[in-house]
Structures are given as C-alpha cells and as structure tokens.
C-alpha cells in the first residue's frame, strides 16, 4: 500500500477531510465535526508511513506481533504507533488499525442526546 491510496481510503470515512498543516509531505487525516487527527500519513527514511491513534494495550501488542508497527514517530509512544504501509501488513490489517483510529478520534455525542434516543 502506498501514501496515496491510504489517503484515497481515509476520505471514504464520513465527515472526513484532509490538510497539510505542515508542509506537502505531510497529509493529516481529520474529522470535519471537531478537527481532531486520526491519520498523519508520510514518507520516512524512504517508507510510505501512518501514525494512527491505537488504545495503548492494542498497540504495545501490535508492535510485538509485527515489525512493521513501531511507536508513534514525533507523537505519544503510548498512544500512537507507526506502521509502515509498504512492507509486509497486509491492506486489511491496516484498513482495521485506521478504522480503530477513526473511532478512537470521532466527535462524541453529547449526554443529553444519547439519553434521549432512549
């Protein structure tokens, strides 16, 4: 998988969009509803990379189980890994670890509404 195509998957999410709050070589994955990041999505030591939000004992199992799932590179080790998207994961794999990310990031609905879909 390459950077284009993990960004081209991003933006099927709903509310999603993309910005380069850094420079070109950056693209970071947002929620339109409270512009919280889910996906930092670059080019490391000639790798097409992800960092991507993972609950913290998920993602210290992740980075035992494969090689291509380091800790987050320029973010918070327990909260965000790695993964190199070229290598060997497979689409699926990686497709989970950004919908984990997604959910982990999205808007939270308010109190007051969850209690009156009740």
């Not at 097409?48 to 913290?56: G, I, R, S, V, Y």
Request: glycine share 4%.
């Amino acid at each position: 998988m390459n950077k284009q195509d993990l960004i081209d998957h991003c933006l099927n999410y709903p509310g999603v969009y993309e910005d380069y709050p850094f420079d070109e070589s950056w693209t970071v994955m947002r929620h339109g509803a409270n512009k919280k990041s889910f996906a930092f999505i670059y080019v490391r030591e000639g790798h097409d990379c992800a960092n991507l939000k993972c609950e913290p004992m998920r993602a210290a199992m992740l980075r035992d189980l494969h090689e291509d799932i380091k800790p987050g590179y320029h973010m918070n080790k327990e909260h965000w890994n790695t993964v190199i998207l070229d290598r060997q994961l497979e689409e699926e794999d990686i497709f989970d670890l950004v919908r984990h990310s997604f959910e982990l990031t999205r808007p939270k609905i308010p109190k007051k509404r969850q209690q009156s879909d009740f």
